[in-house]
């Protein structure tokens, strides 16, 4: 018989539903709310806890995306070794602990938000709590198809809700029009999932990200249409001083607009460069 699914009790369901919680209160400029959410994060999902270890079995499967089956099956077998070496008795009272400050800290509507994937964080928490071979046999082949599809095809298979993110979104592209580059989605969703982790995540991204600009920019310098054009040398050289300056600056939406425009401009020079 298959597991019935408990999203309470399934850590990723939880820990994702808290982010998009989160993420509704940073758009909403709700700053309360977010601290409450963050200190819970912070407090449950702290390094070796539990918790962080039954999330990290959770995410080394959900979070893989394009591999072949044979990487697939192993991370899967690798992702069971780990979650049978986590006390379920430990992880039982912590999870109880953590719906209970949910419920009284923040709201049992938090359970009903919907989360990407749903679907496959429910078949990760049947595989790691069933008992019956066929349906783990399954349930496994099933993960492992979900692995092994390449990323831009389950986001097509995966209704995302992006009602809050797209809220966000919309404020920028109010501000400063058109739709927004697939490296500046990137960058704005380390931004509004960046307080779980101190901005850890977003400060390196960021910092690979302005060294990526950095390059594009200096290999434009060479192109035909700005080496021969004195004003766009300096402009240009103009923008990598800024991209320096940025990389030594505490992380900001200031800062983030700024990353952002000049992601938009590397992409525009390149584009005028291709079409002539």
């Known amino acids: 018989m298959k597991i019935k699914h408990n999203k309470k009790r399934n850590t990723a369901f939880v820990y994702e539903a808290l982010i998009k919680e989160a993420t509704e209160a940073i758009v909403k400029n709700d700053l309360e709310k977010k601290q409450k959410i963050v200190k819970i994060i912070k407090n449950y999902f702290a390094p070796f806890s539990e918790l962080k270890r039954d999330l990290d079995c959770y995410r080394s499967l959900y979070e893989t995306r394009g591999l072949d089956s044979e990487t697939s099956e192993k991370i899967i077998k690798e992702a069971k070794l780990s979650k049978m070496l986590i006390d379920p008795a430990n992880l039982f009272k912590q999870q109880t602990s953590l719906i209970n400050d949910i419920n009284k800290d ?66 920028f592209n109010e501000k400063y029009g058109d739709s927004l580059l697939k490296e500046q989605k990137e960058l704005l969703m380390h931004y509004i999932t960046s307080f779980v982790d101190n901005s850890l995540e977003l400060k390196i991204f960021l910092n690979e990200e302005i060294g990526r600009l950095k390059i594009k920019l200096e290999e434009a310098k060479t192109t035909d249409e700005i080496k021969s054009d ?3 040398i300096n ?42």
């Open 230 to 232: 004195a004003s766009m």
């Open 106 to 171: 923040l709201s049992p509507d938090i359970f009903n938000n919907f989360v990407p994937n749903y679907k496959t964080l429910a078949t990760i928490f049947q595989m790691f709590n069933g008992s019956n071979p066929k349906q783990q046999i399954m349930l496994e082949s099933q993960l492992s198809d979900f692995m092994s599809t390449a990323e831009e095809e389950a986001e097509e298979m995966v209704p995302i809700d992006n009602i809050v993110y797209n809220s966000f979104v919309k404020k």
């Open 235 to 276: 402009k240009t050289d103009s923008v990598i001083s800024k991209l320096d300056n940025y990389s030594k600056e505490i992380v900001s939406e200031s800062l983030l607009l700024a990353v952002l425009k000049t992601q938009k401009l590397v992409k525009e020079i390149y584009s005028d460069v291709s079409s002539s």
